[in-house]
């Protein structure tokens, strides 16, 4: 296993792929596509790896950093950054992860934007929610 899911929500735990953020030396855990594929399968969001790709990554790095902004700012108790908060609802108004029933259970799969979108919608909820 790559990763870690200390967090008990899946955006808080994305976040967390940029290891010890505030040192002078973080870990990158997505520094290649295939590192970004492990995260969404062990995190239990697709059932096979999605299939990324290098603009994938940027698109999934760029993400997680716009959560990091965004939760921060609300611990902070200061205002929301509006080019966050655009760039939030972008990502969260993409398609949904397939969810299918078969006959060994429940399967899930997408690509990575469905997977980042999911991650988007989920966001909105916690730094919109109570």
Request: with cysteine; net charge negative; glycine share 10%.
């Amino acid at each position: 296993m790559n990763h870690a899911f200390p967090c008990g929500t899946l955006p808080l735990d994305f976040v967390g792929t940029l290891r010890a953020r505030r040192n002078a030396a973080p870990v990158e855990k997505l520094a290649t596509p295939g590192l970004l594929d492990d995260w969404f399968v062990e995190s239990g969001m697709f059932d096979t790896p999605p299939g990324a790709d290098e603009a994938d990554l940027d698109t999934a790095v760029a993400l997680r950093e716009v959560i990091y902004e965004l939760v921060a700012a609300l611990l902070a108790g200061e205002t929301l950054p509006p080019a966050g908060v655009d760039a939030i609802n972008r990502q969260a108004a993409g398609l949904p992860v397939k969810v299918q029933l078969g006959p060994d259970g429940v399967r899930h799969s997408g690509s990575v934007s469905q997977g980042l979108a999911a991650l988007a919608r989920e966001t909105v909820e916690i730094v919109g929610g109570a």
